[in-house]
């Protein structure tokens, strides 16, 4: 009797507490706390939307999530972004689900290859993909050259690779790099291209449910039923960066700088076409990924940097300090902000501490232009504005004698003044005054 209390109780308690705590134990992070962190890709392929998709990636591995679902819209857009999203999926240890949705959305070019990468992909019905041949910022390239035949056939090679990888079709992928192929949710599920078409997400999810794939930690089955679903959404820098860096306003940064310095340099002085072009070309330079976010971060810093220094020799109305404060600003987002090495701004800490130098700046720089507008009260330059009497008649084309603050000055005027009538000051010669008649006296 006893035995057979101690073995009914062995077999429905502890023999699944133990697998529990077991499974648990082997991989906690996919534990009871796991869910499904989804995001919303739209627009194209770029420095931003690659920042906030890697940052959502390793934060999923980092919480051991059940999967990260990547809802894709795109045109397509650079390929080093894409290059650099691909290596976090092939580097995950979460499954990557990319699906095409909603209808009438398209995974062109960049994302055509975003979508082969993944461990599943998915679309929705009337959604299309491929069109994958790669072009040049200005359009493009002329076919028979060297060059475009070299970027043609690396970006074919790599589309085969994704393709072998996942299980998917070679051919259609190297097609739709060479000749620009695209198909429909169908043709691509008939092609070997995805996986599946789902109408809604409940639909990709149940699909997905029990479904095995291979990550970078081996074979891994996904769960997602009653797993809760969280919708990700890009902080405000990545917004800002995905927004600069949308291949349109990126190429309008990059003119508007160069004009902005040839502006510059034609009609020396103008400064604001200067220090507005510089910081645009900076911008416009990592938009297109010719320059890295860190470098671009700590090149718009010494800007800054530059920018006040200018402040303090040229006269120029506060302008250079406002485009002082706006790249210190930039900069200091882009720079610090990498959490894989610990360098994260808090912004709790960081907007006081710049609007507070911002206020000081502003403040200094304003008392500096009161005081350069105040009237000069001593030396020569005091006397401009001052009223005096004519002590000799001051003829056309002749100098005369005016007396003021207690000295006899020699004096010149555009039109003839009596003597007795009462002038002003308007500039200075060498010691010779200008002057002219005193309205308010003749109103008087």
Request: charged residues 15%; glycine residues 10%.
């Amino acid at each position: 009797m006893t035995k057979g209390v101690i073995s009914r109780f062995f077999n429905r308690w502890l023999v699944p507490v133990i697998v529990l705590l077991t499974g648990i134990a082997i991989n906690p992070a996919r534990g009871l706390s796991a869910e499904i962190r989804s995001i919303t890709l739209k627009g194209s392929v770029n420095p931003g939307s690659a920042a906030w998709f890697l940052r959502e990636l390793e934060e999923a591995n980092r919480a051991g999530d059940e999967l990260l679902l990547v809802e894709l819209d795109t045109p397509g857009g650079l390929l080093a972004s894409l290059r650099e999203m691909v290596q976090g999926v092939m580097a995950s240890k979460v499954p990557v689900v990319v699906y095409v949705a909603p209808s009438g959305a398209q995974a062109a070019s960049a994302g055509a290859l975003l979508l082969l990468s993944a461990h599943v992909a998915a679309m929705a019905p009337g959604t299309e993909t491929g069109a994958a041949h790669p072009v040049g910022i200005g359009g493009e390239a002329e076919k028979e050259s060297v060059m475009n035949a070299k970027i043609v056939n690396d970006l074919a090679a790599y589309a085969r690779s994704l393709a072998q990888k996942r299980g998917r079709s070679p051919e259609w992928a190297e097609r739709a790099v060479r000749e620009s192929i695209a198909s429909t949710a169908s043709e691509a599920l008939e092609a070997g291209v995805i996986d599946t078409v789902a109408s809604r997400r409940e639909e990709l999810l149940d699909f997905l449910d029990g479904r095995k794939v291979e990550t970078s930690a081996g074979e891994v089955t996904i769960r997602t039923s009653g797993v809760p679903v969280t919708q990700s959404r890009p902080t405000f820098r990545e917004k800002v960066m995905m927004t600069i860096a949308d291949p349109n306003i990126a190429y309008f940064l990059l003119l508007l700088g160069l004009a902005g310095l040839y502006f510059e340099l034609t009609t020396p002085g103008a400064l604001f076409p200067g220090v507005a072009g510089a910081i645009a070309l900076v911008l416009g330079a990592w938009a297109l990924q010719l320059l890295s976010v860190n470098v671009t971060g700590l090149l718009l810093i010494l800007l800054a940097i530059l920018f006040f220094g200018l402040e303090i020799f040229v006269v120029s109305g506060g302008a250079l300090a406002i485009a002082g404060l706006v790249a210190l600003f930039i900069g200091s987002v882009m720079v610090f902000n990498q959490p894989e090495i610990g360098l994260v701004i808090n912004w709790w800490v960081f907007l006081p501490l710049f609007l507070s130098f911002s206020a000081a700046v502003l403040l200094l720089v304003f008392m500096v232009l009161r005081s350069t507008r105040k009237k000069a009260l001593s030396g020569m330059e005091g006397l401009v504005g001052e009223t005096g009497t004519v002590e000799r008649a001051i003829a056309e084309g002749r100098n005369g004698k005016v007396f003021v603050h207690g000295e006899l000055w020699d004096a010149g005027s555009a039109t003839p003044i009596p003597a007795g009538a009462q002038v002003v000051v308007t500039g200075i010669e060498g010691m010779k005054l200008t002057v002219k008649p005193n309205k308010s006296e003749e109103l008087q």
